[in-house]
């Protein structure tokens, strides 16, 4: 059996179907819907079960998981970079991941968690997934610095020796339609066209970008579920990893390859950022892909405007709550 936290969720529920497409079905979806929107990706999917989270943890804790496993792909926690509640981010991040993984490494099952690009902070440091250097990374938002704290402590412990942590860019993609303020701009973009046919963007506070021009490494999700895919297909490979393209690219040149897709003229505002996230920021983002590729990762990422472009008129364009992934 394999077990997917988060797999009602975004990448979780796209890497269901990608495990359904290789006829895998005996997966275990654990999360925790609550009044989330989240439930509509799940009927698409095939999975022998479900489980909310705190029951799945009971049996963790108690060593009552009833069936053999093979992989745990960890997705599941509080991904909204712009909760402050510390306490239930290291609650939700550090503190279940930690018990899942301390679980998975005595019982011989492959771990592979979710970090994310947000532990690198302003980049100061730059982008390399070096394990050895994670301890000077600053993170901007108490999101990353629970990620953070985790990253850290496996590394600590030595369990980075034997578990995956996987440092997501800016995914976008199907099934994301649940995540509120937390969707890609691909899917905002698309609906404030639709809405006024223009698109807001923030005003640069970094005297180093023009309007626009500030750059994220984003990744479509059907490239960052083939990447989480490679390390159950290869259980010698351990420690952590960056999933991106490598290629950063501005916040114009995404939204450009969203008035295409549309085939409309982009027409773009620059408004004020507001005061409650500028501090914390992220002006410029790439992922450092070498890592991966010495692993043995060898397939290219699509190119923004291809990703974007199937995004917009295959999906959004339709906007079903499909497995997303066909």
Known sequence: MIIVTGGAGFIGS???????RREITDILIVDELCTSDKWKNLPALQFSDYMEKQDFLDLVVENQVPEEVETIFH?????????????YLVK????FTKWLALWAVESKIRFVYASSAATYGDGAQGFDDDQEALHRLRPLNPYGYSKQLFDLWARETGLLKEIVGLKYFNVFGPNEYHKGDMRSYALKGFDQIKATGKVKLFKSGDSRY????????????????????????????AGIYNVGTGQARTWNDYVRAIFAALDSAPE?????MPAAIAGQYQYYTQ???ERLRHAGY????????????????????QRSFRSGQE
């Open 287 to 289: 992922a450092n892909m």
């Open 14 to 20: 796209a890497l269901v179907a990608a495990l359904n």
């Open 92 to 95: 939700n991040n550090f503190e």
């Open 298 to 317: 060898a397939k290219a990422t699509q190119r923004l405007e291809d990703s974007v472009r199937d995004y917009v008129q295959n999906y959004l364009a």
């Open 268 to 272: 773009i505002e620059y408004v004020e």
């Open 75 to 87: 997705l599941g926690a509080c991904s909204s970079t712009t909760e402050q509640d510390l306490s």
């Open 210 to 237: 023009d309007h626009g021009e500030y750059v994220r490494d984003f990744i479509y999700v059907k490239d960052a579920v083939e990447m989480t895919l490679f390390f159950m297909d290869n259980p010698g490979v």
